[in-house]
């Protein structure tokens, strides 16, 4: 409150255009425009099975949500630390494995009983990407990437040879007995839930503390840590945190699709899918993710039903992902929001002078409700997502 | 038993040296280009498979197909760097180059099962079914010429760098890129024969690879992965520890899967991976492989 009355102060002192709106009128006028947005994608998504009944088109919807889900998890942590990890397919694995093998050994037959394994795997997982970190993050860049996709290639293989797993023949997951018309709607709306939890997860984290940490680690993690950003924590942390919302998509996954393959649960192309969604998106934004899910993986599900090909289908994703990274290497999102804030800044340039003050008390009182800029964030142009921010950059 | 350690040993450090082949072309274009070139996997099933044409089709035989298949993968190197690599901005070379290189890999991957389909072939010639007898084990002739062609092939690599005007140039890129440009060396040049010598190594790689193991489109996901280990524990960047590490992994591998079971031998592989860098992040043989940002 303090705060804010200063910064009204000063800029009253500065420019008496009374008329104008306060800087925090229109951030709140911006936030709830964005908590209606929000509320209104999130009753598309629910409505979603009701309008659209047809089996093919919700099997195709619980298939994005548990992408969605995952390359919103996979860019809390890759996106915001600028680690880039390929072995989120053992996360994903773990979680598909921890449902069958635990509905087989306590019996469930099937019906809701099955979803409360779902955090179970969640927990697996976690569980699994603490050693996981704690070995691959004491390397940094392209050891980093390699060591990921080592460990990746060691769970392939433990799931193939392993007894628990029952090798390449697989594990069968209970079988639900719902009717066929709305079979797909359960495992729609679990992973609808998890989707809201990784976005919230992420959005929370990128307007913490602990957020601010993380990007000051992208930026320039030795000078992070002489800041005194507890480096190593952090970053195990946020690989921890990243590896449930996968895990529990997992087991989403594990109990739609019926059996479970070591092949198939620990999918090197499901490490590259996800990282390609969020650099599509934007990595390192909230949105970007969710956003390069929703293009990518109904456009896989069609090309898998069109063409039952799984080698043309390798072509022509791999050449989207070329053309992706290199006409749009930053990302749908920061490219738009940058085209739309230089737009503005056009746009208002005629009245350049009297609003100058202004735009300057609006970037202040934002960073202010950011909250902890100084001392974590370091040299890092970092600042929250306000009405006109600046775009996040990349490090 | 002894008689199969023996085998073990031998047998790993033969392959160890054609590993090494493909390894040294990875780690060359990383110390040089700063980039990791994850279709170097599928780059080595290309070339077993231009092989395969080659000798099936056209009557071609192995060796002689190399003087084919080497020119023929040196020019696709060139035109993946010309196409891809040099677009790249600096700032995010990393992170990028490792999914572009990806995504080249899926694209060759995808167009390889078009052609070939998924089943399983394997190279045919007289010295790849007959075996001599040696230390009380029978062996495959292919591993002996393999393993000389790979020496072969190292000592012309090691002349182009160390003998020769180019190889000057090459080296000073790989301790420092802006430098060399200072002194007045083409780095963009240089990068780009760079990376297509060291894709070219794949072609002779696979060759070996496809008369000595059945494969199909998906082999380049395990190659990749081993080639990454070797190269990783050899500390990135450097020629001489991708050497040792290949040798080295190999035999690890042979002896596992002769005093343990095969089925475990290739997770020792990574495992082995894991926990030399837990004890020592930069690999065994390397000190650059944690370069400053």
């Keep these: 409150m303090k705060v804010t009355a200063l910064v009204q102060g000063g800029r009253q ?383 | 038993m002894g008689g199969a350690v023996a085998k073990a040993v031998v047998d790993g450090v033969l392959t160890g040296g054609v590993y090494a082949l493909m390894a040294a072309g990875l780690t060359l274009i990383f110390g040089v280009m700063d980039i990791i070139n994850i279709a170097q996997g599928i780059l080595v099933v290309l070339g077993a498979y231009l092989s395969y044409v080659l000798s099936q089709d056209l009557g071609i035989g192995l060796f002689l197909g190399l003087l084919i298949t080497i020119p023929s993968l040196f020019v696709i190197g060139v035109a993946v760097e010309w196409a891809f690599m040099r677009r790249l901005q600096e700032r995010e070379r990393t992170a990028l180059s490792i999914l572009v290189t990806y995504g080249v890999a899926i694209v060759i991957e995808g167009i390889l099962e078009l052609i070939f389909g998924p089943n399983y072939v394997q190279l045919r010639a007289w010295y790849v079914n007959q075996s001599f007898h040696v230390l009380g084990f029978y062996l495959p002739y292919i591993y002996v010429f393999g393993f000389a062609l790979a020496v072969f092939l190292l000592g012309v690599l090691y002349l182009i760098l160390y003998r020769s005007r180019f190889g000057r140039s090459v080296r000073a890129s790989l301790q420092d890129r802006a430098a060399a440009r200072l002194v007045g060396v083409n780095v963009e040049r240089v990068s780009t024969i760079t990376f297509g010598i060291g894709i070219a190594v794949t072609a002779a790689g696979g060759m070996v690879f496809g008369a000595t193991n059945a494969f199909n489109a998906n082999s380049g996901y395990d190659l990749i992965s081993r080639l990454l280990t070797i190269v990783i524990l050899g500390g990135l960047g450097s020629i001489g520890g991708a050497l040792g590490a290949a040798v080295f992994m190999t035999v690890i591998e042979g002896l596992v899967a002769v005093l343990w079971s095969p089925v475990w031998a290739t997770l020792v592989f990574y495992a082995a991976l894991v926990l030399v860098l837990v004890i020592k992040p930069v690999g065994i043989f390397g000190q650059r492989a944690a370069r400053a940002q």
């Design chain 1, 13 to 395: 002192a500065r420019s008496p255009a009374a008329d104008m709106e306060e800087p925090w009128q229109q951030e709140r006028r911006a936030r709830g425009a964005w908590a209606a947005g929000v509320a209104a994608l999130l009753a598309i998504a629910i409505a979603f099975p009701w309008v659209f009944t047809n089996p093919t088109t919700t099997s195709i919807g619980v298939f994005t949500l548990i992408y969605m889900a995952a390359a919103t998890a996979w860019n809390s942590f890759a996106g915001y630390s600028g680690y880039i990890p390929l072995g989120h397919a053992v996360f994903f694995g773990s979680g598909a494995y921890t449902l069958v093998i635990a509905a087989q050994d306590l019996h469930i037959r099937g019906g809701y009983t099955v979803f409360a394994l779902v955090p179970l795997a969640g927990a697996v997982a976690v569980a699994v990407a603490v050693p996981f970190g704690l070995v691959a993050l004491r390397t940094r860049r392209h050891t980093f990437v390699v060591i990921t996709i080592a460990i990746f290639f060691i769970f392939q293989l433990m799931a193939f040879n392993l007894g628990i797993t029952q090798g390449s023949s697989g594990i069968p997951a209970p079988t639900p007995t719902w009717p066929a018309a709305t079979f797909n709607d359960r495992f729609y709306y679990v992973a609808l839930a998890i989707l809201v939890v990784a976005a919230a997860f992420s959005w929370g984290i990128r307007r913490s503390r602990f957020g601010l940490q993380l990007l000051a680690i992208r930026d320039d993690e030795d000078r992070a840590l002489s800041l005194g950003v507890r480096v190593s924590r952090v970053k195990l942390t946020a690989f921890a945190l990243s590896a449930l919302p996968v895990g529990m998509v997992g087991a989403v996954w594990a109990y739609f699709i019926g059996q479970v393959y070591p092949q198939f649960a620990f999918d090197p192309l499901f490490d590259i899918s996800v990282a390609l969604m969020a650099f599509l998106g934007g990595l390192g934004t909230v949105s970007g993710p969710l956003l390069g899910a929703l293009i990518l993986e109904p456009l896989q599900q069609y090309f898998t039903l069109q063409f039952s090909s799984n080698a043309l289908y390798l072509v022509v994703y791999g050449a989207l992902f070329l053309v992706v990274i290199l006409l749009l290497p930053r990302g749908i999102i920061p490219t738009v929001r940058d085209r739309v804030a230089s737009w503005r800044e056009r746009r208002s340039g005629s009245t350049a002078l009297a609003s100058g003050p202004d735009a300057a008390g609006g970037v202040l009182s934002s960073e202010m409700a950011g909250g902890g800029v100084a001392g974590a964030a370091g040299g890092g142009a970092v600042s929250p997502p306000g009405p006109s921010g600046p775009a996040v950059r990349r490090g």
